[in-house]
Nanobody, 124 residues
């Protein structure tokens, strides 16, 4: 299971840190990613990190502003979001995939597990 937390209301230019706590499995065995979905839009990938934290990929919208990190003792992944913009409000989800980031099965979402999401709101 995956459980996100840390969402909320922040002013434009502000920061938030989202958490994704995993239970029942070890993070190293999965690719862990963050997605977001704004009203009326499709869910989009924000960032993905392969098992063992060997490599991390970020969408262009996240590069230079969003950073993934982890706490192995807590089996938790974080998404630090800085310089939040009016385009960033959405429900943010973490996901665990048995396939590596960007692979065919990953793109298709085969075997993916989702968290329930956490709302991020950015005020002008």
């Amino acid at each position: 299971q995956l459980a996100e937390s840390g969402g909320g209301l922040v002013q434009s230019g502000g920061s938030l840190r989202l958490s994704c706590a995993a239970s029942g499995f070890t993070l190293d065995d999965y690719a862990i990613s963050w997605f977001r979905q704004a009203p009326g839009k499709e869910r989009e990938e924000v960032s993905c990190s392969n098992g063992g934290w060997e490599s991390t990929y970020s969408a262009d919208s996240a590069k230079g502003r969003f950073t993934m990190s982890r706490d192995n003792d807590k089996n938790t992944i974080y998404l630090q979001m800085n310089n939040l913009k009016p385009d960033d409000p959405a429900v943010y989800y973490c996901a665990a995939d048995p396939s590596p980031c960007g692979s065919t099965w990953y793109i298709k979402g085969v075997g993916r597990s989702w968290g329930h999401g956490t709302q991020v709101t950015v005020s002008e």
